[in-house]
């Protein structure tokens, strides 16, 4: 408990993203290097994230502590200027628990406390894109416990309940006129939003399992403030338009499906390959509501019409002997931000993850060591988003349209201890 705790009190966020949109799969090194395909195998208590079926697979009780560090590069070339700006402030922490208890020969009980979704983006306040952002975040902790059934020998169940403190930030920069310094804008919010997760696993044959599980849609109701930061130079009258209100907002979190098949029939090796779904289609748009109008405006709507995905991925394991594994995976991730709504807070554009980890184990301690990469494709930002986007001109030299260069290292380390 006293561990729990602990890392409740770390912030956990990303930056960016390591999956699509701003989901997160930052959980054991294990599961990490196979590419996340650990739907219908896995040996290792992060099962209760990626399917809490696999419990009943641990037969004896443990605990799992680990942290991930993640450093991204983002760069942006303009087509109006043609000058470079990189994002700051890329480096971060990412921590998880897990606790799993064996009842008896049919029942299994596990506790995660991790980060389900998370965002950060900082660009320096006097960037070409300061009108459509500087500084965007979304924090999360999520704590899920999970109970898993034997239904027959073969076949498995589980779910969970999923509980999560949500804490986000949207910062960007208003222009009045070229004369005139910038106003500062900042969105604060937080929630505590709740779901539900289940899980499947069928032993079709002593080689061949197949597992699938649940995440439900979580809805964040946000309540927060907007505050302005404004020159002594603006005048009065203008400034009297920029109040600081309450504000609040609603954000439907996706829906996530995972589905795998693994094949255990070559001797000391593993394979699987597993396909995720992400509901991204119910992240429609942005709508902020003031208690107090800006500019006579009452909301501030931002448009994203996000697309629905479906990664893909392929791990393998193959033990080396009782105390070493060798892991490795590829995922094929694609983005659900379409062309349209594109823009730099989150910079995000279809990836490849390449991962590589090991698994050490001596008499009841296992650790674990990871590196994983992910090389973004290059994007174009070429759409009517500027600092103004509702007046249908574009505004080159606010737009941030041009070249997005983005990718994202990777390195874990985790310790269990087995009872």
Known sequence: MRVILLILLIPALAPHAWSSGF?????????????????????????????PALMNKLEQPQVKLGINYLRSSVEFKSDATGKTFNLKDT??????????????????????????????????????????????????????PAVSFMLLPQVFVAGGVSISILDAELNKNITLSPML?????KLTGDDVAVGYNAGLLVDITEDVSFGISYRSSMKAEFQGEVEHQIPQAIPSNFASMFPDTSASTTVNLPPQAFAGIAYSGIESFV?????KWEGWSKYDELRIL?????????????PRNWEDVYPVSFGAQYRVNDMFDINAGYTYDPTPVPDDTFEPSVPESD??????????????????LLYAYKKYIDREKNNMLDD????????????????????????????AYVF
């Open 91 to 144: 480096s971060h922490y990412i921590p998880t628990v897990f606790a799993i208890h064996r009842i008896n020969d049919s029942i299994s009980a596990g506790l995660v406390v991790f980060s389900h979704f998370g965002l950060s983006t900082t660009w320096d306040d006097e960037w070409e894109g300061r009108y459509l952002a500087t500084h965007s975040e979304l924090k999360t902790i999520t704590v899920n």
């Open 388 to 415: 103004n986007p509702t007046d249908g001109i574009v505004n080159p030299l606010t737009s941030v349209n041009g070249t997005y260069k983005n990718s994202i290292n990777m390195f874990g380390i985790d310790v």
């Open 23 to 51: 989901a997160l799969y930052n959980h054991s090194s294990a599961s990490i290097a196979q590419g996340g395909a650990v739907i219908a195998h896995n040996d290792d208590s992060s099962a209760l994230f990626f399917n």
């Open 351 to 368: 990836g490849h993850i390449f991962s590589l980890g090991t698994d050490i184990r001596f008499r009841n301690v296992e650790g674990g």
């Open 271 to 275: 394979f699987e390959v597993s396909v």
């Open 181 to 185: 310094p910038d106003i500062r804008q």
């Open 290 to 302: 003031l208690d107090e109008p800006i500019v006579t405006e009452t909301a501030i709507v931002i």
